[in-house]
T-cell receptor, first 114, second 111 residues
């Protein structure tokens, strides 16, 4: 059973506009969420994270919003740039003893059109 | 430069021929982990290690072994590879409780 879901396999956005990537989760015990970006032939790289005690975290053009009641988080990229074209993975940090365990969504391929 | 390295990057092998994928990190991280990435399934954890000589199963450990004899190295061993282990493999490391750094990936094909 997929505990972290990214229901949009792909998203296409014009350069300069906002990109919104969505992620849903089922386990209310998750306490930390991360977004990773992955280019072809490279490993995922950490982008931004948010603790469950917050509802928003911002880093430059990237903002992550967390709605705990809806078990939903989103990544906003403003303005989008062609270099942002990549696969974006949402991840939740596991609970219990293995608190470093990351549970990943299936990824969303973002294409930013010039 | 802080990094996680994996070797080989690409490997084609035959069913049943034992292989090892090496992983090394130079950041003195305690935590290391192996993931596999498959279409439509995202990244799934195979094994992880919280420190030297401490390893445990992730979500999809069947058919894999690991060892952690040194802090910097965390090899993934496939004793008898099968075609369903054809996948893209990533090693990752971190300080405990912090964001994980990923290696560049190893694309394995088992025929």
């Amino acid at each position: 059973d997929q505990q972290v879901k990214q229901n949009s396999p792909s998203l296409s956005v014009q350069e300069g506009r906002i990109s919104i990537l969505n992620c849903d989760y089922t386990n209310s015990m998750f306490d930390y969420f991360l977004w990773y970006k992955k280019y072809p032939a490279e490993g995922p790289t950490f982008l931004i994270s948010i603790s469950s005690i917050k509802d928003k975290n911002e880093d430059g053009r990237f903002t992550v919003f967390l709605n705990k009641s809806a078990k939903h988080l989103s990544l906003h990229i403003v303005p989008s740039q062609p270099g942002d074209s990549a696969v974006y993975f949402c991840a939740a940090r596991g609970t219990g003893g293995a608190t470093n365990k990351l549970i990943f969504g299936t990824g969303t391929l973002l294409a930013v059109q010039p | 430069e802080a990094q996680v390295t994996q070797n080989p990057r690409y490997l084609i092998t035959v069913t049943g021929k034992k292989l090892t994928v090496t992983c090394s990190q130079n950041m003195n991280h305690e935590y290391m982990s192996w993931y596999r990435q498959d279409p439509g399934l995202g990244l799934r954890q195979i094994y992880y290690s919280m420190n030297v000589e401490v390893t445990d199963k992730g979500d999809v450990p069947e058919g894999y072994k690991v060892s952690r004899k040194e802090k910097r190295n965390f090899p993934l061993i496939l004793e008898s590879p099968s075609p369903n282990q054809t996948s893209l493999y990533f090693c990752a490391s971190s300080f405990y409780g912090y964001e994980q750094y990923f290696g560049p990936g190893t694309r394995l094909t088992v025929t």
